[in-house]
């Protein structure tokens, strides 16, 4: 973990309501791993000293990207920054997905800034299996022609029927996931968390593997002040887990859903 302050090298639509961010930040892109987070300053916040948590969509030699929507104070109070223009970022944060397992199938499903998240773990896969995409509408469904390029059979859904089934990504995984030998799959999923616990519980069912990257309010980021904790299972009961530093991903069975969706 570093932090950095990083330039702007673009800020632009990206598709829908959601917007690309795209910064140097030589000291952090290095260092990611597919899942991890940055916590960015927002300089336009002033006083208000809170970071806000994005997920890594790109990272490399042409820098380090988020994909995000503006949808409250500290992400509306983003859109003015332009080229040129520095944010104090730290990262990457959180564990990131672990390697798959040997001789299973993977399996992303994801939902609105979800499958930015995915995307450096989807072209890291050895395999590229189904990718299950969820979204309000067509416009919602984020760089389905990437994760197609990168050889994944990209399985959409929509709850207005504009591309794809019609409904939730769960009516097109139920009936794909009946032709399948289940144990067989590892899913790496992260959406909002009504879906993750969808498919927490079918991995449970089922007896796959499911890890699923969760979504809590952020206060420091690093593991200090428990905002983000939640109840992780032990062999003797529970303990509280930090999103920001124990995940923010976890297999299915570590997760007491109770509190969190
Ligand atoms: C790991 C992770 C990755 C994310 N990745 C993306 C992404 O790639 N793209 C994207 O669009 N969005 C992403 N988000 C969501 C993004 O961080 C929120 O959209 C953003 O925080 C909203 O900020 P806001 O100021 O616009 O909204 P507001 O509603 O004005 O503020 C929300 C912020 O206030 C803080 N907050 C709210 N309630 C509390 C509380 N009770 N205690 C402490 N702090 C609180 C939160 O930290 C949150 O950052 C991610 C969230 C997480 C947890
Ligand atoms: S946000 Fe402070 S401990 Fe996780």
């Known amino acids: 973990m570093k932090q ?20 140097a930040a030589p000291t952090v892109g290095p260092l990611v791993v597919p899942g991890q987070f940055l916590h960015l300053q927002i300089p336009q916040l002033g006083d208000r000293i809170l970071r806000r948590p994005f997920s890594i969509y790109k990272a490399g030699a042409e820098g380090v990207s988020i994909l995000y929507k503006p949808v409250g104070r500290g992400t509306e109070a983003m859109k003015p920054l332009k080229a040129g223009d520095s944010v104090d970022i730290i990262g990457p944060l959180g564990n990131g997905y672990p390697q ?12 609105g800034y979800g499958n930015a998240a995915l995307y450096l773990k ?18 919602d469904i984020l760089c ?13 859904t929509t709850n207005d029927g504009s591309l794809g089934v019609e409904g939730l990504v769960i009516d097109a995984f139920d009936p794909w996931m009946k032709d399948q030998n289940a144990r ?43 905002t983000c904790v939640i109840k ?21 069975r570590e997760i007491i859903w109770e509190e969190q969706v």
């Open 4 to 23: 950095e302050t990083a330039t702007v090298l673009e800020h632009d639509n990206f598709q829908g309501d959601y917007r690309i961010l795209r910064l």
């Open 100 to 111: 798959m397992t040997e001789g299973k199938i993977p399996v992303l499903v994801a939902g």
């Open 122 to 139: 989807a072209r890291d896969l050895p395999i590229k299996g189904v990718a299950f995409f969820g979204g309000r509408t067509a416009q």
């Open 144 to 156: 389905i022609e990437e994760f197609k390029a990168l050889g994944w059979d990209v399985r959409p």
């Open 184 to 226: 067989d799959l590892e899913l790496f999923v992260c959406g909002p968390n009504p879906m993750l616990k969808a498919m927490g519980d079918r991995a449970i069912e089922h007896d796959f593997t499911a890890w699923l990257s969760l979504d809590k309010n952020m206060a420091c980021g690093v593991g200090a002040c428990l």
């Open 232 to 252: 992780r299972k032990t062999a003797d009961g529970w303990e509280w887990a930090r999103c920001c530093k124990d995940g923010p991903i976890f297999e299915s």
